[in-house]
């Protein structure tokens, strides 16, 4: 296994492990505070919104110009757009009274696991697309990849809260909630090695371009479908507003200071 794969593997791990994370808030209080998840999501939401459109896609449009850049942009977009037609996106389960868990019964509990089933399919799904993210990210150079897996660690802690949550609900297994969300995080490192399989190494830099640029479509889809919706819902829109724009500057941040301490075109 070459250094490209090893390294795109470890940061895959950082974000896919970051589900463990967001799975801990349920396992060690089961009624998490859903106003600072939301600002979290609000804030991961502009980390992603800053690279997909400052980084990944400004570049791919400067590299192969503005209608291919675009084209590949938005085939990004209609390709999860397609997917998550087909699977519903995780959400934080409101958290059920007595009283409503006695009225609802056995019933319930089985609604509940069905849309959990449903969760951690989406999740593993999306923690997929994001370790082919960093291993692609990681082909062009550090730099790239370490911006991809700190904002997609950043993303997959909610995402480890929507996907315990429910699972809680359901089974009343602290175990088995940080158990679920865990292994729909590890699918990250799985899409690295799917990925590292797919495309050869010396993958020609227009192509390698154009699949980050759809890769910035896929991270604007998502965060504009799931991550926005979810933080207004649970912080509030003003609230959340103002923690996109600091996560939007703090990656902008990010992109200097990694750009004047990292080459993007550092061999690994």
């Not at 959400?91 to 319930?108: F, V």
């Not at 959990?116 to 082919?132: C, D, P, Y």
């Not at 190494?201 to 371009?209: A, K, N, V």
Request: aromatic residues 10%.
């Amino acid at each position: 296994m070459d250094s490209q794969v090893l390294v795109a593997l470890a940061l895959s791990l950082v974000g896919g492990l970051s589900t463990s994370i967001g799975a801990l808030f349920v396992v060690l209080n089961q009624a998490p505070n859903l106003k600072m998840l939301g600002l979290l999501q609000g804030f991961a939401a502009g980390l992603m919104l800053s690279i997909s459109f400052f980084d990944l896609a400004h570049n791919a449009i400067n590299a192969i110009g503005f209608l291919k850049g675009n084209l590949w942009f938005f085939a990004g977009v209609i390709f999860f757009a397609i997917v998550a037609n087909f699977i519903p996106e995780p959400t934080l389960a409101p958290i059920p009274d007595g009283k409503s868990k006695k009225k609802n019964g056995d019933e319930g509990g089985k609604d509940i696991m069905k849309k959990h089933r449903r969760q951690v399919l989406f999740s593993g799904i999306i923690t997929a697309i994001e370790g082919m993210a960093v291993f692609l990210g990681s082909m062009k150079g550090l730099r790239v990849g370490v911006n991809l897996a700190l904002a997609i660690a950043l993303h997959n802690i909610p995402e480890g809260v929507a996907v315990a949550l429910p699972v809680y609900f359901a089974t009343q297994s602290k175990w088995t909630a940080f158990k679920l969300a865990t292994l729909s995080g590890l699918a990250e490192p799985l899409g690295v090695i799917l990925v590292a399989y797919l495309f050869p190494s010396s993958l020609s830099p227009e192509i390698l371009e154009g699949l980050l640029g759809s890769v910035g479509g896929v991270m604007a889809f998502l965060t504009l479908h799931e991550m926005l919706p979810l933080a207004f819902d649970y912080a509030g829109q003003k609230q959340a507003i103002k923690a996109v724009f600091c996560g939007m500057a703090f990656m902008s941040a990010s992109l200097y200071f990694l750009q004047i301490s990292l080459p993007e075109d550092m061999s690994l």
